[in-house]
């Protein structure tokens, strides 16, 4: 059978619009569905492939804070003359409840970095401490029983500085032409030790409520919601906020500007509602070049979005607080968003979706160590998808993936994993955001909506207003979707302990079978070589064939690393595409695509005549041949062959001097000698 190459293609991370992303059934009901894989996918799970266990941390925390209670007097690092920034004071009191996890706790260790301790009491009794630059060591009077409980009292004084704890006054506002007076802290990941004594871990969640001594006229922002303001004198008040449910450090912030609020509120359809207090300076409330009322305008159908996917809000409020300068964009402070101001132009949409999701990822169900980011961000991430899957469609959806994808593989296999990322690159755009969000759609894609959502709920109520390590949510997917066509250590141990994506390369042969009908041979390999990076990965692979208009969708599970499969179709293909939907983080090419001379590609072929006609005798005639045949023949009235020559597409030139005048057929035939197109023409 000869072989007509018809295209080289290269179809790198190419964008399908065949089928919407959104409610695709989960892979194994595919592989079902055709019995002809049936065998080429069983056995699904090889053992030897699957990883022995997923690493479980166990933690060593020595205690656990119950609450904190905080007052702040940031009257002087508001007030301080810029020219004595350096000299500028704000003191703290911290009484913490603090609960030992260990028998015999004798000395109580909090974080606190360069902070001036003034006096330490527990149980209401003064007690002598030692500090070093990173810790503050308390030997306690009697040593504590394993869930007994100490009240620890800390009074302490810190210098602003531009991380953790900013603080700009008046003047410094003028020089940085921002309307008012600001101070605000970020703590995330490791730096509310820099401005209160605390225990600094993810893992540690506590409840907590502040009381801020501001300058008048300001106005104090802070997780929950504002619980009294009491003036003092004339020139500050005392304000205090509440949240009433447990936080990390790392989610408590504390704020306060010449604040205007905006309210909204997100009502349920089916009954209840939270109230949305947005916090901003006035000029920016609805101004022409910073517009809170239009950079918050799809909060509350956000809201519906996440509760449809992720249950319901957690928490009783939300809002979101400006902040100006920094570098930062956006941090889901526990149901009070900090937001960059620039983000009140109102083109990051995603960033506002982004923060709302961490109240599920991150705040509700908190990442148990720094090592499992990765749940906070990835979640997160998708979710901007999600958000745009529902505001925009499908597309939508996918256009943020690929972006997501495109971040990611600046450096691709050159990359970290994701799971236990070190500190000092946590924030690592591309894996803790990019890949992670991809894992959370592989997931989705790999199992179906119908799956992955239910599951999702599960594991978020499961460790509602806790915490949560990577290994948690491996636990959920295997009970609630054990069939899953990857197993899910398998899964989880490629794409987040091990780095990198797989690299498909490929080639497609069509052969005729009989009439109408075809088969695709298709050879794929994983090249993907790197430090870590598992080759073969384990995933479900589609393959979608395209010819005469039509497509055809066949997955495998591909597990090793190189594959054949055949694949039947009823028409001729003229390109392959690998993982058309985007399922996979990958990057993929068809190298070659042959596809075989068969009836239906003749049927298609055409011929027609070019030039003027009648022809004169002696000039030449010219054939366009468009489409796969084999032989242009041009026969006499009496139906003697007098030219033959290959139909190869475009021009054929047919001499006429030998003709004699008269009435010829010039047709295309196939390799069975059948006419597939006919053009009568006149010599004379
Ligand atoms: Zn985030």
Redesign the pocket.
Known sequence: MPLILIAMLVLVTAASAQHPVEGKSAYHDAFFLDPHLREAVMPMHPPALVSTAFPHKELQERIDVISYDIKLDWYYALTTPSVLRGQRKATGHVHARIRSMVNGLDTLVLDAIALTVDSVFVGGERVPFSGSVTVLRIPLPVAVAADDTIDVDVHYAIRTSDRAFYAFSQEDANQLSLPHPIAFTFNEPEDARRWLPCHDVPSDKALFTVDVRVPAGLTVVSNGTPQRTLSDGDTASWQSWHHPLPMPTYLFAVNASDYVSYDQVYRRMFGGEVPIYNYHWGMDDNGVFFNARNALRNIPRMFEAFEDKYGEYPFPTYGHVTVAPIQFGGM?HQSMSTINRRWLMGDVETGYA??LA?QWF?DMVTCETWGDIWL??GG?SFSEAVWLGFSEGPEGYRRLLADRRNVYMRNGLAEPPVYDIPMATLFNEATT?CKSGWVYHMMRRMVGDNAFFPAIRIYLQRHRLSTAQTADLLETMQGRIPSAVVPWETFFDQWLVKAGHPVFVADAVQNWLADGQYVTIVTVAQTQQADNVPNPFIVPLTIRLYGQGQTKDTTVLMSTSNFQVDIASAFVIDSVQLDPDDDLLCEKTVNTVSSVEGDDAVATATLRLTGSHPVEHGMPAQFVVEGAAVTLQVVDAMGRQVFAHDAVPGIVTVPTSTMVPGLYVARLVSSKSEPVSTVTFIVR
């Open positions: 889901e982004h923060e961490h991150g906070n961000e997160a955001y």
